[in-house]
């Protein structure tokens, strides 16, 4: 079993910044690729980035690239979003995923989830 506990979000303005925190537990996590998704109200879940424990890779949807940075500190088993020249479309419920299969850029290639932070941006 893996364990997720996401952290960091918030309610800001258009333009601001907000960094995402992820913390992993478990036996086997370290195996794992890890994924951020969000889910607005009335949407379903989406893909946002992934990084996997063992490598430099990462992964976004294009609707985020060049805003946000996914990565992760082995260390703390933590795993990060910092989110930058965020928009009112970027309010959402943010959750951090774990896949040992090696991850994807759908839900269901996902096996893990915590229960989400809130982030939402006013116009």
């Known amino acids: 079993q893996v364990q997720l506990v996401e952290s960091g979000g918030g309610l800001v303005q258009t333009g601001d910044s907000l960094r995402l925190s992820c913390v992993a537990s478990g036996r086997t996590y370290r195996r794992h690729i890890m994924g951020w998704f969000r889910q607005a109200s009335g949407k379903e879940r989406e893909f946002v980035a992934a990084?996997?424990?063992?490598?430099?890779?990462?992964y976004y949807a294009d609707s985020v690239k060049g805003r946000f940075t996914i990565s992760r500190d082995n260390a703390k088993a933590a795993i990060y979003l910092e989110m930058n020249n965020l928009k009112p479309e970027d309010t959402a419920l943010y959750y951090c995923?774990?896949?040992?299969?090696?991850?994807?850029?759908?839900?269901?290639?996902?096996?893990?989830w915590g229960r989400g932070t809130q982030v939402t941006v006013s116009s």
């Open positions: 995923a774990a896949d040992e299969k090696g991850g994807g850029y759908l839900p269901s290639d996902y096996d893990y």
């Open positions: 990084v996997p424990w063992t490598n430099d890779a990462t």
